[in-house]
């Protein structure tokens, strides 16, 4: 179910998931760069977190995965920290980063994501490196990275009332989403289908990107852009159009999701009349890794 363009080679990157991730912050960075003190603490659609609370988690998690690649025994201590309060260590974070003034948190964000950067395109393509999860290699860390800012930077769009434009980096968080079905399953206490589905996605340019088998019995279509919102629990399901054809596949846009963490509270609908309750949401706390138990990025290499 790889997609070729998610390869990583040195020398020869049919798509530089780097660049991809510097463009996707940039992008995010000049949404929130000229707000004021009082935008930053709009409330965003994840409970309890404002816009302070939002930019402050993603430079947590920046740090955490400079931490990983660098030093790894002191990151294990994280680990540990985090394996003692599961339930609370995402939001003690961003909330220690919120209580900082909007331009600390912004400059911390900025510095964080570009050593981090220094540091993805540095490392050996295929090392490893610990995290939250299995270990990732550099690509899948930043594509877990790209996903997460995505996501946040949706729920920072939607406090401001900004429609945002998507863009071919979409691929990579729907590439998450994929592989995480039978992650999404086991969160759930379901088992995974036997069968894999076939997915295609119509990406912002009009391109058509499948997953599976051509001749799979069951089926997810739709934009890319609705499957992303799916997956990251942005969007009810009522209000996208992902479509399924087959019971496993319509239970699975049920529960999609493409990030690990317990099950949330979910999106409420926005349209009236919505037939089907959403099944999960990490609404505001994602922590993209990778491997059995956790939903897997785009470990390609």
């Known amino acids: 179910m790889l997609p070729s363009t998610h390869r990583r080679a040195r020398g020869s990157v049919t798509v530089d998931v780097f660049g991809d991730l510097e463009r996707e912050s940039e992008e995010l960075d000049a949404l929130v760069g000229e707000l004021s003190e009082e935008q930053w603490a709009l409330a965003t659609p994840a409970a309890g977190w404002t816009i302070a609370h939002q930019i402050a988690h993603l430079a947590w998690t920046d740090r955490s995965a400079l931490l990983a690649m660098t030093d790894p025994e002191a990151f294990a201590g994280e680990v540990e920290k985090a394996l003692a309060a599961p339930d609370r260590f995402v939001d003690a974070g961003a909330e220690e980063g919120a209580a900082r003034p909007p331009a600390r948190i912004l400059a911390d964000w900025r510095a964080g994501r570009q050593a981090l950067a220094r540091t993805l395109e540095a490392a050996p393509t295929k090392k490893r490196f610990p995290w939250y999860g299995p270990p990732m290699s550099a690509a899948s860390m930043a594509t877990a990275r790209l996903m997460e800012t995505w996501a946040h930077g949706q729920d920072i769009a939607d406090a401001l009332g900004v429609v945002r434009t998507p863009t071919d980096r979409l691929r990579h968080v729907a590439w998450i989403g994929v592989r995480a079905r039978d992650f999404a399953f086991g969160t759930h206490g379901l088992p995974a289908p036997a069968e894999e589905f076939r997915v295609e996605l119509v990406g ?73 309750p959403l099944g999960t949401s990490g609404a505001g706390r994602l922590l993209g890794t990778s491997g059995a138990g956790r939903p897997p990025t785009a470990d390609a290499q």
């Open 204 to 276: 912002p340019s009009g391109d058509l990107r499948t997953y599976g088998p051509e001749d799979a019995a069951q089926r997810v279509t739709g934009p890319a852009l609705d499957f992303c919102l799916l997956a990251t629990r942005r969007a009810h399901r009522a209000d996208l159009a992902v479509r399924a054809e087959g019971p496993d596949a319509d239970r699975w846009l049920d529960i999609a999701q493409a990030f690990a963490g317990p099950p949330g509270s979910g999106r409420p609908p926005r349209t009236s009349g919505a037939g089907r």
